[in-house]
């Protein structure tokens, strides 16, 4: 029933930024409040891999050494949105990007198998 849907993604020059957004439909009243959410990209020919996540009270973010220090994933609870602010962007750092979610209460993690629900991704072109 829920699903998610990202948004923000495009074509940008190296050392430029992008903010990326995920909104939830689907179930009325349903918030990102109590759920661990996560940002997660897929480069061509490449393998899934975590960049962000969150924990479902807030309190801890994690993220993947090449994301520490550019990239923050953040959560408007009033407008129960997931952003994740990419800065300094890098060739390396094109790929589909895609938000999830897990069914309840959790910690952050950057592993996709403990995240039940994805969106079907938008696409970031980072060109030197």
């Known amino acids: 029933l829920v699903q998610l849907m990202e948004s923000g993604g495009g074509s940008v020059q190296a050392g430029g930024s992008l903010r990326l957004s995920c909104t939830v439909s689907g179930a009325s009243g349903l918030t990102f409040s109590n759920r661990r959410m996560g940002w997660f990209r897929q480069p061509p020919g490449k393998e899934r891999e975590g960049v962000a996540s969150?924990?479902?009270?807030?309190?801890?973010?994690i993220y993947t050494d090449s994301a520490k220090g550019r990239f923050t994933i953040s959560l408007d609870n009033a407008e129960n949105t997931l952003f994740l602010l990419m800065n300094n962007l890098k060739v390396e750092d094109t790929a589909m990007y895609y938000c999830a979610a897990s069914g309840g209460p959790a910690s952050a993690s950057l592993d996709p198998g403990r995240f039940g629900f994805w969106g079907q991704g938008t696409q970031v072109t980072v060109s030197s």
């Open positions: 969150i924990s479902s009270d807030g309190s801890t973010t």
